[in-house]
């Protein structure tokens, strides 16, 4: 069984910056896309940044220009860097790998803004 383990989360202070790694537990295969999602309290899970196999990547509008999101496919690997941070962006992220068979998804990790 694969496992997603993210890290890289906590407090901060408004225009800090983080970076969020996710690491499979054993290397994924045929991946099509590696991405991140957040979920704020009240709110659904949207998605924050994705990258396909091909390196070619999307962002949520909210995000563009401070966030960036890269991928080490020898090691299932992807990484969110996020700077010039806001409130806003307080929520629990997670990490995710779409294949043909399966998705994978990460237990979650807390990024919280301070103003």
């Known amino acids: 069984q694969v496992q997603l383990v993210e890290s890289g989360g906590g407090l901060v202070q408004a225009g800090g910056s983080l970076r969020l790694s996710c690491a499979a537990s054993k290397r994924i295969y045929s991946i099509n896309f590696m991405g991140w999602y957040r979920q704020a309290p009240g709110n659904q899970r949207e998605l924050v940044a994705r990258?396909?196999?091909?390196?070619?990547?999307n962002y949520a509008d909210s995000v563009k220009g401070r966030f960036t999101i890269s991928r080490d496919n020898a090691k299932s690997t992807v990484y969110l860097q996020m700077n010039s941070l806001k409130p806003e962006d307080t929520a629990v992220y997670y990490c995710?790998?779409?294949?043909?068979?399966?998705?994978?998804w990460g237990q979650g990790t807390q990024v919280t803004v301070s103003s």
């Open positions: 990258i396909t196999s091909g390196g070619s990547t």
């Open positions: 995710y790998i779409d294949t043909p068979l399966h998705d994978y």
